[in-house]
Protein backbone atom coordinates (compact mmCIF):
# COMPACT_ATOMS: atom_id res chain seq x y z
CA UNK A 1 0.00 0.00 0.00
CA UNK A 2 1.31 3.46 -0.64
CA UNK A 3 2.34 6.03 1.54
CA UNK A 4 -1.09 8.40 2.35
CA UNK A 5 -0.48 12.00 2.27
CA UNK A 6 -3.49 13.60 2.26
CA UNK A 7 -6.56 12.75 3.56
CA UNK A 8 -10.19 14.20 3.86
CA UNK A 9 -12.54 13.86 6.56
CA UNK A 10 -16.20 14.32 6.86
CA UNK A 11 -16.85 14.84 10.39
CA UNK A 12 -20.38 14.18 12.22
CA UNK A 13 -21.65 13.54 15.52
CA UNK A 14 -21.12 9.57 15.70
CA UNK A 15 -20.01 8.20 12.49
CA UNK A 16 -16.93 9.98 10.37
CA UNK A 17 -16.00 9.14 6.85
CA UNK A 18 -12.03 9.28 5.66
CA UNK A 19 -10.66 9.70 2.06
CA UNK A 20 -6.93 9.44 1.59
CA UNK A 21 -4.54 9.54 -1.25
CA UNK A 22 -0.78 9.01 -2.08
CA UNK A 23 1.24 11.30 -3.99
CA UNK A 24 -0.24 10.71 -7.19
CA UNK A 25 -3.47 11.07 -5.89
CA UNK A 26 -4.78 7.32 -6.29
CA UNK A 27 -7.24 7.17 -3.55
CA UNK A 28 -5.52 4.11 -0.52
CA UNK A 29 -8.20 4.54 2.39
CA UNK A 30 -11.69 5.39 2.16
CA UNK A 31 -13.39 3.79 5.12
CA UNK A 32 -15.84 5.00 8.22
CA UNK A 33 -14.68 5.41 12.05
CA UNK A 34 -16.62 5.55 14.94
CA UNK A 35 -16.33 8.34 17.10
CA UNK A 36 -13.77 6.55 19.38
CA UNK A 37 -11.55 5.30 16.52
CA UNK A 38 -11.34 8.74 14.86
CA UNK A 39 -7.48 9.70 17.26
CA UNK A 40 -6.48 5.68 17.36
CA UNK A 41 -6.85 5.96 13.35
CA UNK A 42 -4.72 9.03 13.02
CA UNK A 43 -2.00 8.02 16.18
CA UNK A 44 -0.99 5.06 13.51
CA UNK A 45 -0.77 6.93 10.48
CA UNK A 46 2.51 9.10 9.00
CA UNK A 47 2.10 12.80 9.49
CA UNK A 48 -0.04 13.96 6.62
CA UNK A 49 -2.25 17.11 5.38
CA UNK A 50 -5.73 17.11 6.90
CA UNK A 51 -8.61 18.53 5.56
CA UNK A 52 -11.99 18.98 7.29
CA UNK A 53 -14.93 21.48 6.56
CA UNK A 54 -15.54 23.93 9.33
CA UNK A 55 -18.37 23.12 10.90
CA UNK A 56 -19.72 22.13 14.30
CA UNK A 57 -16.53 20.57 16.78
CA UNK A 58 -14.40 21.03 13.57
CA UNK A 59 -12.42 23.48 15.96
CA UNK A 60 -12.12 20.39 18.72
CA UNK A 61 -10.68 17.84 16.12
CA UNK A 62 -8.96 20.12 14.46
CA UNK A 63 -6.95 20.86 18.13
CA UNK A 64 -6.78 16.70 18.85
CA UNK A 65 -5.51 15.44 15.11
CA UNK A 66 -2.57 18.47 14.73
CA UNK A 67 -1.27 17.33 18.60
CA UNK A 68 -0.86 13.74 16.86
CA UNK A 69 1.29 15.49 14.08
CA UNK A 70 -0.79 16.24 11.14
CA UNK A 71 -0.87 19.61 9.42
CA UNK A 72 -4.93 19.90 9.68
CA UNK A 73 -6.61 22.71 7.58
CA UNK A 74 -10.06 24.20 8.25
CA UNK A 75 -12.36 25.04 5.19
CA UNK A 76 -15.42 27.17 4.74
CA UNK A 77 -17.93 24.57 3.55
CA UNK A 78 -19.53 26.80 0.59
CA UNK A 79 -15.57 26.62 -0.94
CA UNK A 80 -15.76 22.68 -0.40
CA UNK A 81 -18.94 22.07 -2.03
CA UNK A 82 -17.52 22.60 -5.93
CA UNK A 83 -15.86 19.51 -5.40
CA UNK A 84 -18.50 17.07 -4.46
CA UNK A 85 -19.52 14.99 -7.72
CA UNK A 86 -22.73 13.71 -8.32
CA UNK A 87 -24.85 13.06 -5.31
CA UNK A 88 -23.93 14.06 -1.70
CA UNK A 89 -23.26 11.71 0.67
CA UNK A 90 -20.30 11.08 3.18
CA UNK A 91 -17.61 9.40 0.94
CA UNK A 92 -18.08 12.49 -1.29
CA UNK A 93 -17.84 15.02 0.79
CA UNK A 94 -14.58 13.09 2.30
CA UNK A 95 -13.24 13.01 -1.17
CA UNK A 96 -14.09 16.74 -2.39
CA UNK A 97 -12.31 17.83 1.17
CA UNK A 98 -9.52 15.77 0.16
CA UNK A 99 -9.14 17.76 -2.86
CA UNK A 100 -10.16 21.09 -1.66
CA UNK A 101 -7.46 21.09 0.47
CA UNK A 102 -4.48 20.51 -1.69
CA UNK A 103 -6.00 23.98 -4.18
CA UNK A 104 -3.48 26.47 -4.05
CA UNK A 105 -5.84 29.21 -4.35
CA UNK A 106 -8.34 27.48 -1.14
CA UNK A 107 -8.76 30.14 1.90
CA UNK A 108 -8.48 28.60 5.27
CA UNK A 109 -9.73 28.83 8.59
CA UNK A 110 -7.64 29.62 11.61
CA UNK A 111 -7.92 26.44 14.03
CA UNK A 112 -9.45 28.60 16.98
CA UNK A 113 -8.21 27.58 20.91
CA UNK A 114 -10.23 26.37 23.40
CA UNK A 115 -9.98 29.65 25.44
CA UNK A 116 -11.52 31.19 22.26
CA UNK A 117 -14.21 29.24 21.99
CA UNK A 118 -14.68 29.98 25.49
CA UNK A 119 -15.04 33.59 25.21
CA UNK A 120 -17.28 33.27 22.38
CA UNK A 121 -18.95 31.03 24.00
CA UNK A 122 -19.80 33.39 26.60
CA UNK A 123 -20.62 36.19 24.21
CA UNK A 124 -23.36 33.66 22.01
CA UNK A 125 -24.92 32.89 25.69
CA UNK A 126 -25.07 36.14 26.77
CA UNK A 127 -26.89 37.01 23.03
CA UNK A 128 -29.27 33.91 23.57
CA UNK A 129 -30.54 35.78 27.09
CA UNK A 130 -30.90 39.49 25.53
CA UNK A 131 -32.68 37.39 22.97
CA UNK A 132 -35.07 35.73 25.76
CA UNK A 133 -35.00 39.51 27.72
CA UNK A 134 -36.48 41.04 24.91
CA UNK A 135 -39.02 38.54 23.83
CA UNK A 136 -40.44 38.68 28.03
CA UNK A 137 -40.21 42.36 28.03
CA UNK A 138 -42.47 42.56 24.91
CA UNK A 139 -44.90 40.36 26.28
CA UNK A 140 -45.11 42.36 29.45
CA UNK A 141 -45.48 45.35 27.32
CA UNK A 142 -48.52 43.58 25.46
CA UNK A 143 -50.45 41.92 28.03
CA UNK A 144 -50.05 45.09 30.68
CA UNK A 145 -51.16 47.04 27.63
CA UNK A 146 -54.88 44.80 27.32
CA UNK A 147 -55.46 46.66 31.15
CA UNK A 148 -54.50 49.80 30.24
CA UNK A 149 -50.80 49.76 31.76
CA UNK A 150 -47.77 51.41 29.71
CA UNK A 151 -44.89 52.40 29.95
CA UNK A 152 -42.24 54.66 27.27
CA UNK A 153 -40.49 53.25 25.37
CA UNK A 154 -36.77 51.72 26.75
CA UNK A 155 -35.75 48.81 28.60
CA UNK A 156 -35.52 51.02 31.97
CA UNK A 157 -38.97 51.84 31.51
CA UNK A 158 -40.05 48.67 32.31
CA UNK A 159 -39.51 48.82 36.32
CA UNK A 160 -42.58 50.64 35.93
CA UNK A 161 -44.78 47.64 34.57
CA UNK A 162 -42.80 45.48 37.28
CA UNK A 163 -44.32 47.87 40.02
CA UNK A 164 -47.66 47.48 38.62
CA UNK A 165 -47.20 43.95 38.15
CA UNK A 166 -46.16 43.93 42.34
CA UNK A 167 -48.83 46.40 43.23
CA UNK A 168 -51.50 44.11 45.14
CA UNK A 169 -54.00 47.28 45.29
CA UNK A 170 -54.28 47.98 41.53
CA UNK A 171 -57.10 47.00 40.71
CA UNK A 172 -56.61 47.25 36.75
CA UNK A 173 -54.99 43.74 36.73
CA UNK A 174 -56.92 40.71 37.85
CA UNK A 175 -56.14 38.31 39.53
CA UNK A 176 -55.43 35.27 37.48
CA UNK A 177 -54.11 37.34 34.82
CA UNK A 178 -51.58 38.97 37.72
CA UNK A 179 -50.64 35.55 38.47
CA UNK A 180 -49.35 34.60 34.90
CA UNK A 181 -47.24 38.26 35.12
CA UNK A 182 -45.48 37.41 38.16
CA UNK A 183 -44.18 34.45 36.47
CA UNK A 184 -42.88 36.56 33.72
CA UNK A 185 -41.66 39.32 35.77
CA UNK A 186 -39.95 36.33 37.85
CA UNK A 187 -38.17 35.18 34.70
CA UNK A 188 -37.40 38.69 33.24
CA UNK A 189 -35.53 39.32 36.71
CA UNK A 190 -33.55 36.21 36.60
CA UNK A 191 -32.39 37.24 33.41
CA UNK A 192 -31.38 39.98 34.21
CA UNK A 193 -28.96 38.58 36.48
CA UNK A 194 -27.27 35.85 34.22
CA UNK A 195 -26.71 38.49 31.55
CA UNK A 196 -25.02 40.49 34.31
CA UNK A 197 -23.33 37.45 34.90
CA UNK A 198 -21.79 36.54 31.73
CA UNK A 199 -21.13 40.24 31.02
CA UNK A 200 -18.98 40.30 34.13
CA UNK A 201 -17.02 37.29 32.49
CA UNK A 202 -16.21 38.97 29.74
CA UNK A 203 -14.85 42.33 30.97
CA UNK A 204 -12.90 40.03 32.94
CA UNK A 205 -11.46 38.20 29.97
CA UNK A 206 -10.84 41.56 28.13
CA UNK A 207 -8.87 43.01 31.33
CA UNK A 208 -6.19 40.50 30.57
CA UNK A 209 -5.46 40.18 26.95
CA UNK A 210 -3.72 42.99 25.27
CA UNK A 211 -5.25 42.53 22.00
CA UNK A 212 -9.00 43.36 23.13
CA UNK A 213 -7.46 46.46 25.34
CA UNK A 214 -5.96 47.94 22.11
CA UNK A 215 -8.95 47.23 19.90
CA UNK A 216 -10.94 48.63 22.84
CA UNK A 217 -9.64 52.15 21.88
CA UNK A 218 -11.13 52.71 18.56
CA UNK A 219 -14.25 54.71 18.43
CA UNK A 220 -17.35 52.33 18.42
CA UNK A 221 -15.90 49.55 19.37
CA UNK A 222 -16.34 48.51 23.23
CA UNK A 223 -15.54 45.73 25.78
CA UNK A 224 -17.73 43.55 24.22
CA UNK A 225 -17.08 43.80 20.52
CA UNK A 226 -13.33 44.19 21.26
CA UNK A 227 -12.99 40.96 23.08
CA UNK A 228 -15.72 39.34 20.81
CA UNK A 229 -13.29 40.55 17.49
CA UNK A 230 -10.51 39.11 19.71
CA UNK A 231 -11.94 35.64 20.06
CA UNK A 232 -13.24 35.43 16.68
CA UNK A 233 -10.14 36.27 14.92
CA UNK A 234 -7.32 34.00 15.33
CA UNK A 235 -4.71 35.28 13.27
CA UNK A 236 -5.04 38.14 11.78
CA UNK A 237 -2.69 37.25 8.97
CA UNK A 238 -5.20 34.83 7.13
CA UNK A 239 -6.29 37.93 5.73
CA UNK A 240 -4.08 39.76 3.66
CA UNK A 241 -5.68 43.09 4.13
CA UNK A 242 -8.37 45.02 5.83
CA UNK A 243 -10.64 44.73 3.20
CA UNK A 244 -10.61 41.32 3.75
CA UNK A 245 -11.39 40.90 7.32
CA UNK A 246 -14.10 43.35 6.71
CA UNK A 247 -15.45 41.50 3.75
CA UNK A 248 -14.74 38.47 5.93
CA UNK A 249 -17.22 40.01 8.06
CA UNK A 250 -20.04 40.99 5.96
CA UNK A 251 -19.81 44.47 5.56
CA UNK A 252 -18.40 45.50 2.24
CA UNK A 253 -20.62 46.09 -1.17
CA UNK A 254 -21.64 42.88 -3.04
CA UNK A 255 -20.15 42.94 -6.39
CA UNK A 256 -21.66 42.09 -9.69
CA UNK A 257 -19.03 43.21 -12.11
CA UNK A 258 -18.27 42.45 -15.71
CA UNK A 259 -16.36 43.80 -18.45
CA UNK A 260 -14.78 46.25 -16.92
CA UNK A 261 -18.02 47.87 -15.19
CA UNK A 262 -17.64 47.57 -11.91
CA UNK A 263 -20.94 47.54 -10.10
CA UNK A 264 -21.78 47.82 -5.85
CA UNK A 265 -24.85 47.11 -4.54
CA UNK A 266 -25.59 46.68 -0.86
CA UNK A 267 -23.79 45.26 1.75
CA UNK A 268 -22.59 41.25 1.21
CA UNK A 269 -23.90 40.27 4.89
CA UNK A 270 -21.84 37.07 4.58
CA UNK A 271 -19.53 35.87 7.19
CA UNK A 272 -20.28 36.60 10.72
CA UNK A 273 -23.79 38.47 11.88
CA UNK A 274 -22.35 38.79 15.52
CA UNK A 275 -19.55 41.16 14.57
CA UNK A 276 -21.29 42.87 11.91
CA UNK A 277 -24.60 43.67 14.32
CA UNK A 278 -21.99 45.02 17.36
CA UNK A 279 -20.06 46.60 14.57
CA UNK A 280 -22.75 48.85 13.21
CA UNK A 281 -24.59 49.49 16.15
CA UNK A 282 -21.11 51.00 17.72
CA UNK A 283 -20.82 52.92 14.38
CA UNK A 284 -24.57 54.23 15.39
CA UNK A 285 -23.42 55.64 18.33
CA UNK A 286 -20.58 56.95 17.00
CA UNK A 287 -22.44 58.81 14.48
CA UNK A 288 -25.24 59.57 17.32
CA UNK A 289 -22.82 61.24 19.31
CA UNK A 290 -20.89 63.14 16.84
CA UNK A 291 -24.03 64.84 15.61
CA UNK A 292 -24.74 66.24 19.11
CA UNK A 293 -21.20 67.18 19.96
CA UNK A 294 -19.16 67.73 16.65
CA UNK A 295 -16.30 65.55 15.79
CA UNK A 296 -12.84 66.34 14.76
CA UNK A 297 -12.45 63.65 12.01
CA UNK A 298 -13.32 65.14 8.53
CA UNK A 299 -13.89 61.78 6.68
CA UNK A 300 -16.65 61.13 9.43
CA UNK A 301 -17.83 64.85 9.39
CA UNK A 302 -18.16 64.68 5.45
CA UNK A 303 -20.35 61.48 5.36
CA UNK A 304 -22.15 61.89 7.97
CA UNK A 305 -23.03 65.59 6.07
CA UNK A 306 -23.90 63.33 2.80
CA UNK A 307 -25.33 59.94 3.56
CA UNK A 308 -27.74 58.77 5.56
CA UNK A 309 -27.57 57.60 9.00
CA UNK A 310 -27.42 54.21 8.71
CA UNK A 311 -25.13 54.16 5.42
CA UNK A 312 -22.73 56.31 7.48
CA UNK A 313 -22.60 53.64 9.97
CA UNK A 314 -22.71 50.87 7.83
CA UNK A 315 -19.43 52.96 6.17
CA UNK A 316 -17.64 53.65 9.93
CA UNK A 317 -18.29 50.05 10.54
CA UNK A 318 -16.18 48.87 7.42
CA UNK A 319 -13.50 51.48 8.89
CA UNK A 320 -13.34 50.14 11.97
CA UNK A 321 -13.29 46.71 11.15
CA UNK A 322 -9.97 47.72 8.54
CA UNK A 323 -8.66 49.97 11.50
CA UNK A 324 -9.01 46.35 13.99
CA UNK A 325 -6.97 44.40 11.13
CA UNK A 326 -3.93 47.23 11.58
CA UNK A 327 -4.22 46.83 15.32
CA UNK A 328 -4.44 43.44 15.44
CA UNK A 329 -1.78 42.71 12.63
CA UNK A 330 0.62 45.38 13.55
CA UNK A 331 -0.11 46.31 17.04
CA UNK A 332 -0.07 49.62 18.55
CA UNK A 333 -3.50 51.68 19.73
CA UNK A 334 -5.81 53.53 17.72
CA UNK A 335 -4.72 57.31 17.26
CA UNK A 336 -7.92 59.51 16.07
CA UNK A 337 -7.53 61.95 13.03
CA UNK A 338 -6.45 65.60 13.17
CA UNK A 339 -8.44 67.70 11.67
CA UNK A 340 -6.39 69.75 8.94
CA UNK A 341 -5.29 73.46 9.82
CA UNK A 342 -7.24 76.25 7.74
Same mark, same amino acid.
Given at each position: M????? /?????????????????? &???V /???Q?????????????????V?? !??? &?T??????? #????G??V??? +? +?R?V?????? =??????????????? @?????????????????? *???H?????????R???? =?????H????GA??????????????? /?????????????????E $???????? *??????????????????N !?? %??????????? @?? @?? %??LT????????F?? &???M???? &??? +?K???T???????????? $?????????????? %???????W??????????? #?A?????????????????????????????R +?P?????
Amino acid at each position: MNEVIT /IGIDIAKNVFQVHGVDAS &GSTV /IRKQLKRRQVLAFFKKLPACLVGM !EAC &GTAHYWARE #ITALGHDVRLM +P +PRYVKPYVKR =NKHDAADAEAGCEAV @TRPSMRFVAVKSAEQQSV *LMVHRTRDLLVRQRTMLV =NALRSHLAEFGAVAPVGLPQVRKLLAV /IADKEDQRIPSLARTCLE $GLARQLLS *LEGEITDAEKLIHGWHRGN !ED %SQRLDTIPGIG @TI @TA %SALTASITDPQVFAS &GRMMAAWI &GIV +PKQNSTGGKHRLGRISKQ $GDPYLRRLLVAGAL %SVIKQARWRGTTDPWLANI #IATKPAKVAAVALANKNARVAWVLLRHGGTYR +PPVAPAA
